[in-house]
T-cell receptor
Framework: GQQVMQIPQYQHVQEGEDFTTYCNSS?????IQWYKQRPGGHPVFLIQ?????EVKKQKRLTFQFGEAKKNSSLHITATQTTDVGTYFC?????????FGTGTKLQVIP | NAGVTQTPKFQVLKTGQSMTLQCAQD?????MYWYRQDPGMGLRLIYY???????DKGEVPNGYNVSRLNKREFSLRLESAAPSQTSVYFC????????????????FGDGTRLSIL
């Protein structure tokens, strides 16, 4: 089945610094989804990317899908303490998705 | 609108005991999923049901069984619990008629925290 590698596994940043997590696949993906899970919570859908080279923004969050549709990134500008949590990418197939291992973000006030 | 409801929220079992985790969704979704989440392992798919009346194995199905009771409900059963099944279990749903579940956002329940001693 599909496998997606996500790096880094952990990231500590000072509040106000930027943060990026990367998702890589050895195969071409039909779509990529991003989720956020707050500590003690459940994953919450953020966005889906479908087109090659697609870039989408949500306030301070920027999502990119690679030209070859094999990688994706999530960039947060000027992190805030509310950004704390684990960010997952998920590679979409026909009937299910495959989740990456996640990047746990800690923001130091 | 409750979304996806999982019961129970917490459970402690002894090795060898059996139990069923319940999941229900009220969004008229076709597809439902069971995942387990372990530290550093992300979310791993146990079983899924692409539509009412069908179930399929995911990445880690051993030791589990599922039942898609109707369109709303999808249960996960541990027949003989083992310590290796200590985990947080999430149920999710997605997919409207005509759309494959892999192309739709997934909606998650709050999870069941299961400990097996």
């Amino acid at each position: 089945g599909q496998q997606v590698m996500q790096i880094p596994q952990y990231q500590h940043v000072q509040e106000g610094e930027d943060f990026t997590t990367y998702c890589n696949s050895s195969t071409t993906l039909s779509n990529i989804q991003w989720y956020k899970q707050r500590p003690g919570g459940h994953p919450v859908f953020l966005i889906q990317l479908v087109k090659s080279g697609e870039v989408k923004k949500q306030k301070r969050l920027t999502f990119q899908f690679g030209e070859a549709k094999k990688n994706s990134s999530l960039h947060i500008t000027a992190t805030q303490t509310t950004d704390v949590g684990t960010y997952f990418c998920a590679a979409g197939g026909y009937q299910k998705v495959t989740f990456g291992t996640g990047t746990k973000l800690q923001v130091i006030p | 609108n409750a979304g996806v409801t999982q019961t129970p929220k917490f459970q402690v079992l002894k090795t060898g005991q059996s139990m069923t985790l319940q999941c229900a969704q009220d969004m008229n979704h076709n597809s439902m999923y069971w995942y387990r989440q372990d530290p550093g392992m992300g979310l791993r798919l146990i079983y899924y049901s692409a539509s009412e009346g069908t179930t399929d194995k995911g990445e880690v199905p051993n030791g589990y069984n599922v039942s898609r009771l109707n369109k709303r409900e999808f249960s996960l059963r541990l027949e003989s619990a083992a310590p290796s099944q200590t985990s947080v279990y999430f149920c999710a749903s997605n997919g409207n008629v005509g759309h494959g579940g892999g192309n739709q956002p997934q909606h998650f329940g709050d999870g069941t925290r299961l400990s097996i001693l």
